[in-house]
Nanobody, 121 residues
């Protein structure tokens, strides 16, 4: 059972990145999925998640309108499109999955390994 995140990197402020997270060993379509991030010196926090059917999404205020979470259950993969990036978005980004939408933001069953996103000013 694994979540493999990719797509991080260095980008200038105002730029865009797309993160992907591929699941293996389980069927992602049964799971709520989410994205967390941990900035230097701060705790890891959830900022977006989506229900297994894609009919409910959540965004933290500071990413709303700039980030879009999505999923392709046929490909067993989740995505995070990040636009208008800011230096304060610099963090390690983690994908996660849980059978319960109520738990996804608190204590998900599965974690990806994290991918670094650095936004320069």
């Amino acid at each position: 059972v694994q979540l493999q995140a990719s797509g991080g990197g260095l980008v200038q402020a105002g730029g865009s990145l797309r993160l992907s997270c591929a699941a293996s060993g389980f069927t992602l379509g049964y799971y709520a999925i989410g994205w967390f991030r941990q900035a230097p010196g701060k705790e890891r926090e959830v900022f977006s998640y989506i229900s297994n059917r894609g009919d409910f999404t959540y965004y933290k205020d500071d990413v709303k309108g700039r980030f879009t979470i999505s999923r392709d259950n046929a490909k067993n993969t989740m995505y995070l499109q990040m636009n208008s990036l800011k230096p304060e978005d610099t963090a390690v980004y983690y994908c996660a999955a849980d059978l319960s939408l109520r738990r996804i933001g608190v204590h998900p069953d599965y974690w990806g390994q994290g991918t670094q996103v650095t936004v320069s000013s």
